[in-house]
């Protein structure tokens, strides 16, 4: 009987998601890694061609769910689905090809991925699902609407999960992963923003996170301190804060 456990990785081609498909390598999982740039994919396949399945995949696009399935049967089962795939950026002049965009895939995207995999473990015997939202979900950021909007659907919507798993008795685990503000491709707009992590850090938390079955994890300890300070501001102050 083969014990190995088995992760897929959605937006594994570069940032966070490529770092906890290299951790989860290193401690002998067998991964299957998924995005829409596959040239990225393949270099870490070709590193690890034993442990390492490879599957294009744009979530905004409705045969997702479909190639997501095929990518499980590939790997022969799925214990953790992480998905790691997000955009954003900052839009104070409200252009809509950037919040529908962000729309498009923070929201649409992540449903559609997150159920899919939601619904496998449900006729499997159960699994992980964990996901990197953000510490922007916390309050509504005028800098980055949908960006902020679609970062707190996220956190409801696996909290939703959850208690839907419970009602249906399922052995389902639910990770939700709130990073701060990390140097990768995605705050690449010359703007400077602070306490930044590196993406290597911050994926061994969020390995470290899954291991203790955590259910929420905010990183790192200063955005933990940050963010239990935002939530306590009322609207009524919030709508003049300047970000």
């Avoid at 390492?52 to 190639?67: R, S």
């Avoid at 104070?92 to 995999?117: C, H, K, W, Y």
């Avoid at 685990?173 to 703007?191: A, I, K, S």
Wanted: charged fraction near 25%; charge should be positive; include cysteine.
């Amino acid at each position: 009987m083969n014990t190995q456990k088995k992760a897929i990785i959605v937006g594994a081609s570069s940032g966070i998601g490529r770092e906890v498909a290299r951790l989860l390598i290193a401690k002998g999982w067998t991964v299957g890694i998924a995005a829409r740039r596959q040239e990225k994919l393949l270099e870490l396949q070709n590193e690890h061609p034993q442990q390492v399945k490879v599957k294009t995949i744009d979530i905004t696009q409705e045969d997702a769910p479909q190639l997501l399935q095929q990518l499980i049967t590939e790997l022969g089962g799925m214990d953790l689905y992480f998905h790691a795939s997000g955009i954003g950026k900052q839009n104070r002049q409200l252009e809509p090809e950037i919040e529908t965009n962000t729309v498009s895939t923070n929201a649409m995207g992540f449903t559609r991925m997150v159920d899919t995999a939601f619904n496998h473990f449900a006729q499997n015997g159960g699994g992980h699902i964990a996901a990197i939202t953000s510490i922007a979900g916390t309050k509504g950021l005028g800098p980055a609407p949908s960006y902020s909007a679609t970062k707190a659907f996220q956190n409801t919507y696996l909290q939703s999960l959850e208690q839907l798993a419970n009602a249906r008795r399922l052995n389902i685990r639910f990770t939700d992963l709130r990073p701060g503000f990390v140097d990768t491709d995605l705050l690449n707009d010359n703007f400077h923003y602070p306490l930044m992590l590196r993406p290597e850090r911050v994926a061994r938390e969020m390995v470290s996170s899954i291991e203790k079955r955590r259910h929420t994890r905010v990183i790192d300890w200063r955005w933990r301190i940050i963010t239990a300070f935002w939530r306590r501001i009322p609207r009524c102050l919030w709508r003049h804060f300047k970000l």
